[in-house]
T-cell receptor, first 114, second 109 residues
Framework: NAGVTQTPKFRVLKTGQSMTLLCAQD?????MYWYRQDPGMGLRLIHY???????AKGEVPDGYNVSRLKKQNFLLGLESAAPSQTSVYFC?????????????FGPGTRLTVT | GENVEQHPSTLSVQEGDSAVIKCTYS??????FPWYKQELGKGPQLIID?????GEKKDQRIAVTLNKTAKHFSLHITETQPEDSAVYFC????????FGAGTTVTVRA
């Protein structure tokens, strides 16, 4: 039982390049989330999914796209990376949506955009 | 939407002393208040949580108190140890959860 895994762990991009971050969970959770973490700003929700084939916008969705083609995977895409997207990205999953259910976090992906 | 404020942003305590972190929230509909601990280079991990029908919850050296009327909740760590050094986040859960900005706790030996 690996929990929540993220690939890659580190990535450096040039402005304008694209990339996809992969999140996988083996706990059969319905709900999955992508957060970004910046110094002094805590965790901010980018997008989330309430089940296979669904996605929804969070607090800071601009510049990102997501897909949930399989229940266990949640992909975060950057179509044209900008320096403002330099951050640590965390994926999480939970059994239910908010209201009383623990979120399980992955180890994070550190992205630098130059 | 929900707005969670967390104080202080940094906290340095002597080993063996207590540490207290406070959070306030804005949405009276929130009824689940988890606390997460994030160690260096890792993702956050739940350490304790409280629901709105309970005023206090304790788990060994960690306790959380909730005042729904005032919309604030606090994390108390007693007899701090070096392994308590980490970043702590509070959250107030409505949909996907709104997190505080975090508190960096340093326990001095």
């Amino acid at each position: 039982n690996a929990g929540v895994t993220q690939t890659p762990k580190f990535r450096v991009l040039k402005t304008g390049q694209s990339m996809t971050l992969l999140c996988a969970q083996d706990m059969n959770h319905e709900y999955m989330y992508w957060y970004r973490q910046d110094p002094g700003m805590g965790l901010r929700l980018i997008h989330y999914s309430v089940g296979e084939g669904t996605t929804a916008k969070g607090e800071v969705p601009d510049g990102y796209n997501v897909s949930r083609l399989k229940k266990q995977n949640f992909l975060l895409g950057l179509e044209s990376a900008a320096p403002s997207q330099t951050s640590v990205y965390f994926c999480a999953s939970s059994y239910e949506l908010g209201q009383g259910y623990e979120q399980y976090f992955g180890p994070g992906t550190r992205l630098t955009v130059t | 939407g929900e707005n969670v404020e967390q104080h202080p942003s940094t906290l340095s305590v002597q080993e063996g002393d207590s540490a207290v972190i406070k959070c306030t929230y804005s949405d009276s509909a929130s009824n689940y208040f988890p606390w997460y601990k994030q160690e260096l280079g890792k993702g956050p991990q739940l350490i304790i949580d409280i629901r709105s029908n309970v005023g206090e919850k304790k788990d060994q050296r960690i306790a959380v108190t909730l005042n729904k009327t005032a919309k604030h909740f606090s994390l108390h760590i007693t007899e701090t140890q070096p392994e308590d050094s980490a970043v702590y986040f509070c959250a107030a859960s409505t949909t996907a959860g709104s997190f505080g900005a975090g508190t960096t706790v340093t326990v001095r030996a």
